[in-house]
């Protein structure tokens, strides 16, 4: 029998930041990476998305691999293609050595797309390395079936379709809990009273039931209220609507993701202190933080 520790699935934030890296003096706290998150489980190693984060996931990879001698078995979530989700993926160094086995996941609706975007980025105007010169064993594909397999991981996803050229949001069961995985969609599109129209009820309903009771919910909260005004249709969410929404569907903690390239460590602390009590009450609880690099979480 495993001990209680080691049964628990945990998840590491490698990038927070959305739309640009921003180091800094200001971003020290929070970090100025772009998006890579990690979920591990036994032998099972998920990555949702390449941003810049996901370079020093793969040093730390590397460092596991050099104790252990042990081949690399890695799968890699894109959420989608734009390029603060993908620019990490040429300095991922687990992808130049023989003993990785890398899989790509993708949107089924991007067809042969998704190669040719992370191929292109490496073209050789733009980067002095070739995807070819990748020696893991890489497979690139199309999310085909409803619910995948990893072992004792099981992932489902839905299409996010009020995000500019579209993004997928993932959902993992493992060992009775539930890891939700949504940036990158713009919730007040969906959810607001002057959006209530039929297929829009619809979206809301999946949402709601897709997030239902995550013991982990990982959401876009680019914006506050007052930001997201002269943001609609940028494909974020605001962080008030984020939340009305992840406590009306019974999520137990909510890490606000995808923070603002604007957003200093100041701005996010005063942010949480305002939003976090109020979701403290005896009557109304749920767990409220915001994602920071380098942090890991057992679930």
Not at 268 to 290: A, I
Request: aromatic share 12%; glycine share 8%; proline share 4%.
């Amino acid at each position: 029998m495993m001990p209680p520790n080691e049964a628990k699935p945990l998840v590491t934030f490698w990038g927070t930041r959305g739309s640009v890296p921003t180091p800094g003096r200001i971003t020290e706290k929070y970090g100025g990476n772009t998006p890579c998150v990690t979920v591990r489980y036994q032998d099972i190693h998920a990555i949702f998305d390449a941003g810049t984060g996901i370079r020093n996931l793969g040093i730390d990879l590397i460092e596991e691999y050099n104790k252990a001698g042990k081949g690399l078995s890695l799968h890699l979530f894109f959420s989608h293609t734009h390029w603060d989700h993908i620019q990490g993926l040429p300095f991922f160094q687990p992808a130049y050595m023989k003993d990785t086995s890398l899989t790509i996941y993708g949107s089924p609706r991007k067809e042969h797309f998704l190669a040719s975007v992370l191929k292109g980025q490496m073209d050789y105007e733009y980067f002095p390395i070739g995807m070819s010169e990748f020696s893991a064993d890489m497979s690139i594909q199309e999310i085909s079936e409803e619910e995948l397999h990893l072992g004792e991981v099981n992932i489902d996803w839905q299409e996010q379709v009020y995000h500019p050229g579209g993004s997928v949001r993932y959902r993992l069961g493992i060992n009775g809990k539930k890891i939700v995985y949504a940036t990158d969609v713009e919730l007040n599109l969906i959810f607001h009273s002057h959006a209530d129209t039929k297929e829009n009820k619809v979206l809301a309903q999946d949402y709601l039931d897709f997030i239902d009771n995550a013991d982990l919910l990982i959401a876009d909260g680019q914006y506050t209220e007052e930001e997201y005004k002269s943001k609609v249709g940028w494909g974020h969410s605001s962080i008030q609507l984020l939340l009305d929404i992840a406590y009306q569907a019974h999520v137990k903690q909510l890490a606000i993701f995808h923070h603002d390239p604007q957003h200093s460590d100041k701005f996010l602390d005063e942010l949480w202190m305002k939003s976090r009590s109020k979701f403290h009450s005896d009557y109304k609880k749920m767990d409220v933080f915001w994602a920071r690099e380098g942090m890991t979480l057992a679930i």
